[in-house]
Nanobody
Framework: QVQLVESGGGLVQAGGSLRLSCAASGRTLSNYAVGWFRQAPEKEREFVAGINWSGVSTYYVDSVKGRFTISRDNAKNTVDLQMNSLKPEDTALYYC????????????????WGQGTQVTVSS
C-alpha cells in the first residue's frame, strides 16, 4: 500500500504560481508512475500531468503545456507540480495518484490516491 498526501494548494491571483507536492509513505513511490488530476465543481475528473517511474518521461494535458511542470525526487519519495501563469479555469481540487501504467491519462489506471489539495485562482 502507498499512502499519498498532497500539499501546496491555496488562493492565488491569475498569473501567479503555486507548487503542489505529493508525498508518499508506505511503499516507495519510485515503483509507480504518478499522475496529477483535478476536479472542479460539477465537472469530471481531468488528467493534468503525469511522470513515469524514473522521471524521464512526462506528459501533460494540452491546456497546461508550457505552464505546468511535473517532477519527482525518488530519494525523497515526492512528486511535485509547478504551476505557473495560473488562470481562473485552473481552479479545482488537485489530486496525485500512483499507478503501474506509465503514460496513462485515465484515472482508472491509478491505484492509489491522495485526499486532494484545493487550488483557487482569482481573476
Amino acid at each position: 500500500q502507498v499512502q499519498l498526501v498532497e500539499s501546496g494548494g491555496g488562493l492565488v491571483q491569475a498569473g501567479g504560481s503555486l507548487r503542489l507536492s505529493c508525498a508518499a509513505s508506505g511503499r516507495t513511490l519510485s515503483n509507480y508512475a504518478v499522475g496529477w488530476f483535478r476536479q472542479a465543481p460539477e465537472k469530471e475528473r481531468e488528467f493534468v500531468a503525469g511522470i513515469n517511474w524514473s522521471g524521464v518521461s512526462t506528459y501533460y494535458v494540452d491546456s497546461v503545456k508550457g505552464r505546468f511542470t511535473i517532477s519527482r525526487d525518488n530519494a525523497k519519495n515526492t512528486v511535485d507540480l509547478q504551476m505557473n501563469s495560473l488562470k481562473p479555469e485552473d481552479t479545482a481540487l488537485y489530486y496525485c495518484a500512483g499507478g503501474q501504467t506509465s503514460g496513462s491519462t485515465d484515472y482508472w489506471n491509478y491505484d492509489y490516491w491522495g485526499q486532494g489539495t484545493q487550488v483557487t485562482v482569482s481573476s
